[in-house]
């Protein structure tokens, strides 16, 4: 296993770094340190080739093309300081309230017009026993993008041989703040060979959150027993979107009742038999199958990206978590430190 770090571009006058992690079986992830970014994850085939499984770029300035600009996919990125959306732009904490950037129609969105998908993080490489991997850093200032309080974030990947990519979040505000961070990763197992409507999925979820016509959660939690988008029981992706005569942006409340780290979900391509395990401390996953997903957008390397081209399996905390009652562990105060894992497990 080893990590190795090359340059891969100049942004506002500083340095953009690529790191590659690799493990033992060949499996390989590139990250950025611009928006914390995971740009490629490939795993070699019997034949010597090798598929790419995730959407993202070769070249950097292709993170800011026209076409990518307009959709906006936060391809790979870490998106904060609160993932998914916010009500109306705004939250009251603490007795005051504040006023966030309307980049969603009304609502924001993954931190704001500059959240830390667009930072460039620091990063040192991690002294692991049994597993390679980076560390990225993160300082957001009182109320940047609105939010109140200095944060200190902290993001490790790690790939060990076991085919484990892990992402451990970490975060220590000085003031009462929301957070909730997640990883952007879209996947196509078939490594973009077909859509992923014929992956298989299953979830260990028996409820979800009811959203809005604007996107935006409720805070109605919704029992599954009996819906067409009930995954405790595996279904194939186009099954159900034809069934709900609709794509996947479904907010799943986990059944497992802790921040413990447990398997969650499961998606499997049968064409070729790979599999892609996730586990998480988190209590609920955003399962997002790209139908906003602008089919526009293609990597240099031929592999076409768009509508059900790839899924997102988002762990994070409740959206719009701040504007409800009893969302856990939405706030995280003065002094505490936010702590969360997600292990994405690729079988080849």
Not at 9 to 15: D, G, L
Not at 122 to 143: C, F, P, R, Y
Not at 229 to 247: A, E, F, Y
Not at 269 to 287: D, H, T, V
Request: hydrophobic share 30%; charged share 20%; with cysteine.
């Amino acid at each position: 296993m080893q990590a190795t770090k090359s340059n891969f571009a100049t942004h506002n006058n500083q340095e953009i770094d690529l790191f590659t992690l690799t493990n033992d079986n060949g499996m390989t992830v590139k990250i950025m340190n611009y928006g914390s970014t995971i740009t490629s994850i490939t795993v070699p085939n019997q034949d010597g080739t090798r598929d790419e499984l995730v959407c993202g770029f070769e070249n950097f300035d292709n993170y800011f093309s026209k076409d990518y600009a307009a959709n906006a996919p936060y391809f790979g990125s870490i998106v904060g300081r609160y993932s998914s959306q916010i009500k109306d732009a705004k939250f009251t904490l603490n007795g005051k309230q504040y006023e966030l950037a309307p980049n969603c129609g009304d609502n924001n969105l993954h931190g704001g017009v500059l959240g830390f998908d667009k930072k460039i993080w620091t990063v040192e490489t991690s002294n692991l026993k049994d597993a390679t991997g980076v560390k990225m850093s993160l300082i957001s200032n009182h109320l940047e993008e609105g939010f109140p309080g200095n944060v200190v974030i902290q993001v490790s990947f790690s790939l060990n041989n076991a085919n484990e990519l892990s992402i451990k979040y970490q975060a220590n505000p000085d003031a009462d703040t929301p957070l909730s961070l997640t990883n952007h990763t879209y996947f196509n197992l078939s490594g973009f060979a077909d859509s992923i409507e014929h992956h298989s999925v299953q979830v260990q979820a028996g409820k979800k959150l009811s959203m809005d016509d604007t996107g935006a959660a409720t805070g109605e939690i919704v029992n599954l027993d009996g819906q067409k988008d009930d995954l405790r029981t595996t279904q194939t992706i186009k099954d159900v979107h034809i069934k709900m005569n609709d794509g996947f942006e479904h907010y799943y409340i986990f059944d497992k009742n802790n921040f413990e780290l447990e398997k969650v979900a499961e998606i499997n391509c049968p064409a070729n038999g790979r599999k892609l395990e996730i586990s998480s401390s988190e209590p609920g996953m955003l399962f997002y199958t790209g139908k906003y997903t602008s089919d526009a957008i293609v990597r240099e390397t031929g592999e076409q990206f768009g509508k059900f081209r790839a899924f997102c399996c988002e762990t994070h905390r409740y959206p719009n978590g701040i504007n409800m009652e009893n969302a856990p562990k939405c706030i995280t105060k003065a002094g505490e430190t936010f702590e969360s894992e997600t292990v994405f497990k690729l079988s080849f």
